[in-house]
């Protein structure tokens, strides 16, 4: 069973940055698909954004674009989430996941997703 992991939570400040990352420990996705996600308190889980399985493709929700930005570095197996201009709204545990299929698109929808890691807590102070 394929097992992400997820690193690089913390607290920041408010209009600061943070990178998270995406790796699965004894395995790659370099062909897979990763969408990210968040769990905000209070909401159900939402999917912020997602990257194909060559990098050439990538989507945002509308809360994050302009601010976050998904990345891959194959070579290393492993996907980054930038998130810049930080807000106290993007407070969460953040999740990663990822599409085996080899399906050359992304979605940002739970269901276009096999595999997940446990989250990582991002806190953003005021």
């Known amino acids: 069973q394929v097992q992400l992991v997820e690193s690089g939570g913390g607290l920041v400040q408010s209009g600061g940055s943070l990178t998270l990352s995406c790796t699965a420990p004894?395995?790659?996705?370099?062909?897979?698909?990763v969408g990210w996600f968040r769990r905000v308190p209070g909401k159900e889980r939402e999917g912020i954004g997602c990257i194909s399985s060559s990098g050439d493709t990538t989507y945002y929700a509308d809360s994050v674009k302009g601010r976050f930005t998904i990345s891959r570095d194959n070579t290393q197996s492993t996907v980054y989430l930038q998130m810049n201009n930080v807000k106290p709204e993007d407070t969460g545990v953040y999740y990663c996941?990822?599409?085996?299929?080899?399906?050359?698109?992304?979605?940002?929808?739970?269901?276009?997703?096999?595999?997940w890691g446990q989250g990582t807590q991002v806190t953003v102070s005021s």
């Open positions: 996941a990822s599409d085996p299929s080899g399906q050359p698109m992304c979605v940002v929808q739970e269901f276009g997703y096999d595999y």
């Open positions: 004894g395995f790659s996705v370099i062909y897979d698909a």
